[in-house]
Every structure is written in structure tokens, then in C-alpha cells.
């Protein structure tokens, strides 16, 4: 019997199980996010989830390459056994190392993303062929490196996947002199938005911005909501700044708030 | 905040959508001639939003039966960074769902159903003006 | 061999210098190595996030280019490599009574220049 076809016990078992027999194979991972992780002859070369940005993503969302000039990129590419990584290089679009570069970043991004969803169930298919990659990594390099950032996160932010569903505003305070990178996500951070939402809107990976927002957060100079636990309220909204739900007395530090910073919890006085 | 504040339940299914579904940026509810309903917006023109999707949703609903089609379930409209889906919630009215890449359309179809049902639910009350 | 650690590898030609690799100045995830002396890429990407930020707050204009770390046999240098998109960190170790700094330096500006923009 084969490594894979015994029920492994969690998806990076699973993984080294697919790796041992050098699978191609696309695993469906059920949860919130979900996502597919893309296998060649065992190893990661792709992960596709809502909850991080794809390479595409950020290469057009960041305006590197022209969504147009992209997309004639791809089409072109597969004929004649050209890769999109020739195709681009070709065109003068992005050199291999940048293409490499730019994969390699979604690829270990979206596995953190991944690892922020509650990843109870999956699926193993045949292979799909995820069009843009460029390496391939073993999978216990990408589990490596997920924990290291989950760990990180823990140590700046708190819970990660807290921070995942917390929405982010901007504090009101006197302007300070900061990287262009971070005024961007105080300028993106409107209080309607995750760190997820503000990767898309930025075309930046989730991690880098939950690692700016922490730097942020640091300075005063973004606030937020404990994020309501679970399935969102259905209770009524009241109008005015968002309001959450008190979370039971958790293990992690509370956030810190400035004094004269607007209450956390809902205030049935409103 | 811009947020359109109506102390209204359907805002509150809005929302709810919009918290559940990863990539769920802005809705709008409209009427099928264009009026707007209610809406949980950002940085989009509701107004405008509810007459463009009255109006694609019109245009959808006769390219389908010209094509032999029947019973239109959604228009997806999909641009290098944007998703928007017009999908009705009954004969009289429609629900228009910003997204950006990253949508979880998955999710969204999974979800989908229950909100319409609930905002057709509330929007049954509504008395001819 | 990937496309970035073929390119590294060319690095390796001048005097002095054991070892390469490319970062996320962000992150910290390595996207390629050569040669046998490493960085710690976390380590380098937290020390000039450190120190970019401390300038930055301390007024001084644009953004941080390099960090020069002298030890008693070795120099570790880490560039800045800014591009569209979360800056890139190219760090080389150099065998002290071998590498010319000002040499290397140059190259690795030629590297970020051809390779990345």
C-alpha cells in the first residue's frame, strides 16, 4: 500500500505522504479559507487560496506588468512547449529571476493563508495545471516556514487568525514620517477591511501586511475591534463606528489601546 | 464613514454576507428598474451602481432567452481586479455583489442562497407604493 | 538549480565573497543561496527593517540602501533592493583580506539593477 492511500492524520502528513510517493496531484482544502495546493512529482509548486494573493494578483495589482501585456503573456504561453516564464522574458515583461521571485512569494504566502482557516477536511485529485509557477518546494520547507510566520505573528500581534478577521481603521493621530509601504496601508485601512482585504487592495502578500500592521499597531497608528468569535452577529448594528462582541476572557493580551481611544466593547447605553 | 447607515435588516444580511464571504467588498440592493434599496458601500456610488445592474441584469435576462436559455441565475462580470455578480432575489428585485481577485466564489455559491432567501423574506413586506 | 541561485552563483566570482543570497526585506522567505556562508534571512531582514525604519523616524531622506557589518574575519553586507512591490534584501559574506567592499558593492548594485528591475 502506498504511503498517501493510508488516512494521514493532518494535512502536512498528508503532504509528506503525497511527497514520498511523488505525486502530481491537486489537494482541495475544505475550511475558511479554503484552497488548492497545487503538487508536481510530490512537491509544492502552487497554492491557490482567496486569502492571499495570487501571483497575477499583486503582479498586476502592484502595476508591475500591464493587465493587458499579461494577459497575451499567457495566452501565448503552452504553445510550442514555451513556459509563461520564457513568454514574459521574451516580451521584456519581468525577467525569470523576478518571475521566480514573484511565484515563490504567493506560494508561501498562500500556504500561511491556508493555515489561518481551520483546514478540517481535503480532497485529492488529479492534477490541475495552475498556470502561473516557477519552483517547486518539498512540503515540509513550506510547513517549515508557515509555522515560523504563525509563531511571528503570535509574537507581534497575538492570535493569528484573529487577526485575520479583524478589521482595520485608522487611528486619528498627527502625522508621523513613515515608509511609503505602510502610509499605503493607512490610506488602504478603512475599517471595512482585513489584512486580507487590504493584501488584494495593495497587491501585496498577506503576511508582509500583518507584518506592517503589527509595526503599525505598535506606533498607535491603527485601531481595531476584538473580532466577533465564530459566525458573525446577526444582532442588530447600531450606526456609528462598528462595535464587537466581548470575547470571553482568552489566554492572549488584550489589544492595547490609547488612552481616550473610543471603548472596545458594545455598550448597551448606545 | 461613508457607510450608508439605514437602520435597516436588510443592511444587516449585507453585512453579514460580507463578513462571512472572503473577497465580498461592497452589495447593493436595487430594483429591477434601477432604484436603490439599501446598500453597505464604501467607496462605489450606490445610486449608480443599482441602475448599471438593472441594467445588466435586463440585458443578461434577453441575451439568455434569445440563446435558448431559461431561468438566468447570475451575471458575473469579471475584470483584472474586480468581480461583480447581479443575481435577483425575486421578480422585482436584485442584489449586486462587489468582490475583488481574490472572491471566494466557492464560498459565495455555498452562502448564496440563504442570503437571498432572507432578503427576499424581508423585502416581502414591502407594500406597492 | 533555480533561476535566481544560477544567477547568485555568478556572484561568487569575485574575490572574497563565500557566500550569497536574495530576501524578502519584508518577510524574510529566502528566494535563492549561493555559496557556502549563509545569512540568517530573517535575522538580516529584522535588522534592516530595524534600521531603515530608525533613519526614516530620525528624518533622514529616501530609504535605506545598505548595512555594512565588519567582523574580525568577515564582512556581511546587505543591500537594499527596491522595486515595484516589498523591497528585496542581497547580502554577501566577504572573507576580509580577500574582498574588495567597494567592488562588491558595485556588483551587487549591477545584479539588483539587471536581474530584479
Given at each position: 500500500?502506498?504511503?498517501?492511500?493510508?488516512?494521514?492524520?493532518?494535512?502536512?502528513?498528508?503532504?509528506?505522504?503525497?511527497?514520498?510517493?511523488?505525486?502530481?496531484?491537486?489537494?482541495?482544502?475544505?475550511?475558511?479559507?479554503?484552497?488548492?495546493?497545487?503538487?508536481?512529482?510530490?512537491?509544492?509548486?502552487?497554492?491557490?487560496?482567496?486569502?492571499?494573493?495570487?501571483?497575477?494578483?499583486?503582479?498586476?495589482?502592484?502595476?508591475?506588468?500591464?493587465?493587458?501585456?499579461?494577459?497575451?503573456?499567457?495566452?501565448?504561453?503552452?504553445?510550442?512547449?514555451?513556459?509563461?516564464?520564457?513568454?514574459?522574458?521574451?516580451?521584456?515583461?519581468?525577467?525569470?529571476?523576478?518571475?521566480?521571485?514573484?511565484?515563490?512569494?504567493?506560494?508561501?504566502?498562500?500556504?500561511?493563508?491556508?493555515?489561518?482557516?481551520?483546514?478540517?477536511?481535503?480532497?485529492?485529485?488529479?492534477?490541475?495545471?495552475?498556470?502561473?509557477?516557477?519552483?517547486?518546494?518539498?512540503?515540509?520547507?513550506?510547513?517549515?516556514?508557515?509555522?515560523?510566520?504563525?509563531?511571528?505573528?503570535?509574537?507581534?500581534?497575538?492570535?493569528?487568525?484573529?487577526?485575520?478577521?479583524?478589521?482595520?481603521?485608522?487611528?486619528?493621530?498627527?502625522?508621523?514620517?513613515?515608509?511609503?509601504?505602510?502610509?499605503?496601508?493607512?490610506?488602504?485601512?478603512?475599517?471595512?477591511?482585513?489584512?486580507?482585504?487590504?493584501?488584494?487592495?495593495?497587491?501585496?502578500?498577506?503576511?508582509?501586511?500583518?507584518?506592517?500592521?503589527?509595526?503599525?499597531?505598535?506606533?498607535?497608528?491603527?485601531?481595531?475591534d476584538?473580532p466577533p468569535l465564530g459566525r458573525p452577529s446577526t444582532a442588530p448594528r447600531m450606526p456609528g463606528?462598528r462595535t464587537g462582541t466581548p470575547?470571553?476572557?482568552?489566554?492572549?493580551?488584550?489589544?492595547?489601546?490609547?488612552?481616550?481611544?473610543?471603548?472596545?466593547h458594545r455598550s448597551d447605553?448606545v | 464613514?461613508?457607510?450608508?447607515?439605514?437602520p435597516e435588516p436588510l443592511v444587516e444580511v449585507l453585512t453579514a454576507?460580507?463578513e462571512g464571504?472572503?473577497?465580498?467588498?461592497?452589495?447593493?440592493?436595487?430594483?429591477?428598474?434601477?432604484?436603490?434599496?439599501?446598500?453597505?458601500?464604501?467607496?462605489?456610488?450606490?445610486?449608480?451602481?443599482?441602475?448599471?445592474?438593472?441594467?445588466?441584469?435586463?440585458?443578461?435576462?434577453?441575451?439568455?432567452?434569445?440563446?435558448?436559455?431559461?431561468?438566468?441565475?447570475?451575471?458575473?462580470?469579471?475584470?483584472?481586479?474586480?468581480?461583480?455578480?447581479?443575481?435577483?432575489?425575486?421578480?422585482?428585485?436584485?442584489?449586486?455583489?462587489?468582490?475583488?481577485?481574490?472572491?471566494?466564489?466557492?464560498?459565495?455559491?455555498?452562502?448564496?442562497?440563504?442570503?437571498?432567501?432572507h432578503?427576499?423574506?424581508?423585502?416581502?413586506?414591502?407594500?406597492?407604493? | 538549480?533555480?533561476?535566481?541561485?544560477?544567477?547568485?552563483?555568478?556572484?561568487?566570482?569575485?574575490?572574497?565573497?563565500?557566500?550569497?543570497?536574495?530576501?524578502?526585506?519584508?518577510?524574510?522567505?529566502?528566494?535563492?543561496?549561493?555559496?557556502?556562508?549563509?545569512?540568517?534571512?530573517?535575522?538580516?531582514?529584522?535588522?534592516?527593517?530595524?534600521?531603515?525604519?530608525?533613519?526614516?523616524?530620525?528624518?533622514?531622506?529616501?530609504?535605506?540602501?545598505?548595512?555594512?557589518?565588519?567582523?574580525?574575519?568577515?564582512?556581511?553586507?546587505?543591500?537594499?533592493?527596491?522595486?515595484?512591490?516589498?523591497?528585496?534584501?542581497?547580502?554577501?559574506?566577504?572573507?576580509?583580506?580577500?574582498?574588495?567592499?567597494?567592488?562588491?558593492?558595485?556588483?551587487?548594485?549591477?545584479?539588483?539593477?539587471?536581474?530584479?528591475?
Amino acid at each position: 500500500m502506498k504511503a498517501a492511500d493510508a488516512a494521514p492524520r493532518n494535512l502536512p502528513a498528508l503532504l509528506a505522504a503525497l511527497h514520498e510517493d511523488e505525486r502530481d496531484a491537486a489537494v482541495i482544502v475544505g475550511g475558511t479559507p479554503g484552497g488548492t495546493i497545487h503538487l508536481r512529482q510530490g512537491r509544492i509548486v502552487g497554492v491557490d487560496t482567496p486569502g492571499a494573493p495570487s501571483a497575477e494578483s499583486t503582479l498586476l495589482k502592484s502595476g508591475r506588468v500591464e493587465d493587458s501585456a499579461w494577459a497575451m503573456a499567457c495566452a501565448a504561453s503552452g504553445s510550442g512547449g514555451n513556459t509563461l516564464r520564457d513568454e514574459l522574458r521574451r516580451r521584456d515583461l519581468l525577467t525569470p529571476e523576478e518571475f521566480e521571485i514573484v511565484c515563490t512569494a504567493a506560494l508561501f504566502d498562500g500556504a500561511f493563508a491556508l493555515a489561518l482557516g481551520s483546514a478540517a477536511e481535503w480532497e485529492v485529485r488529479g492534477p490541475s495545471r495552475p498556470v502561473v509557477t516557477a519552483r517547486a518546494f518539498a512540503p515540509h520547507l513550506v510547513t517549515a516556514e508557515t509555522t515560523r510566520r504563525l509563531a511571528t505573528i503570535t509574537e507581534l500581534w497575538g492570535s493569528a487568525t484573529e487577526l485575520a478577521r479583524t478589521r482595520i481603521r485608522t487611528a486619528n493621530t498627527s502625522p508621523v514620517r513613515l515608509l511609503p509601504r505602510h502610509t499605503d496601508i493607512l490610506e488602504a485601512a478603512n475599517g471595512r477591511r482585513t489584512p486580507r482585504d487590504i493584501a488584494f487592495a495593495l497587491g501585496r502578500g498577506t503576511y508582509a501586511v500583518m507584518l506592517d500592521l503589527s509595526h503599525l499597531r505598535a506606533l498607535g497608528l491603527i485601531e481595531h475591534d476584538t473580532p466577533p468569535l465564530g459566525r458573525p452577529s446577526t444582532a442588530p448594528r447600531m450606526p456609528g463606528p462598528r462595535t464587537g462582541t466581548p470575547s470571553p476572557a482568552a489566554p492572549a493580551p488584550l489589544p492595547k489601546r490609547s488612552p481616550g481611544a473610543r471603548h472596545p466593547h458594545r455598550s448597551d447605553a448606545v | 464613514m461613508p457607510e450608508i447607515h439605514q437602520p435597516e435588516p436588510l443592511v444587516e444580511v449585507l453585512t453579514a454576507l460580507r463578513e462571512g464571504v472572503m473577497g465580498v467588498s461592497e452589495t447593493v440592493i436595487s430594483t429591477v428598474d434601477g432604484l436603490l434599496v439599501a446598500a453597505d458601500v464604501d467607496a462605489v456610488h450606490a445610486e449608480s451602481i443599482a441602475a448599471l445592474s438593472a441594467a445588466t441584469h435586463s440585458l443578461a435576462h434577453r441575451m439568455a432567452h434569445e440563446a435558448g436559455g431559461t431561468g438566468l441565475r447570475d451575471v458575473t462580470t469579471r475584470s483584472a481586479d474586480r468581480h461583480v455578480v447581479v443575481l435577483a432575489i425575486n421578480d422585482r428585485a436584485l442584489l449586486t455583489i462587489l468582490g475583488d481577485d481574490g472572491l471566494d466564489l466557492i464560498r459565495l455559491q455555498h452562502d448564496i442562497h440563504t442570503t437571498l432567501a432572507h432578503l427576499a423574506k424581508i423585502l416581502k413586506g414591502d407594500t406597492p407604493a | 538549480m533555480s533561476s535566481v541561485e544560477a544567477s547568485l552563483s555568478c556572484l561568487l566570482e569575485l574575490p572574497g565573497v563565500t557566500g550569497v543570497t536574495l530576501i524578502d526585506a519584508v518577510t524574510g522567505l529566502t528566494y535563492g543561496e549561493a555559496g557556502t556562508n549563509g545569512s540568517d534571512p530573517v535575522e538580516c531582514s529584522r535588522l534592516t527593517a530595524l534600521i531603515g525604519n530608525g533613519l526614516n523616524a530620525a528624518g533622514t531622506q529616501g530609504e535605506l540602501e545598505s548595512v555594512v557589518i565588519t567582523g574580525t574575519n568577515r564582512l556581511l553586507v546587505v543591500a537594499t533592493v527596491p522595486r515595484q512591490g516589498d523591497p528585496l534584501l542581497l547580502t554577501a559574506v566577504l572573507e576580509r583580506g580577500q574582498a574588495n567592499l567597494a567592488l562588491v558593492l558595485h556588483h551587487l548594485g549591477l545584479y539588483a539593477a539587471e536581474v530584479i528591475a
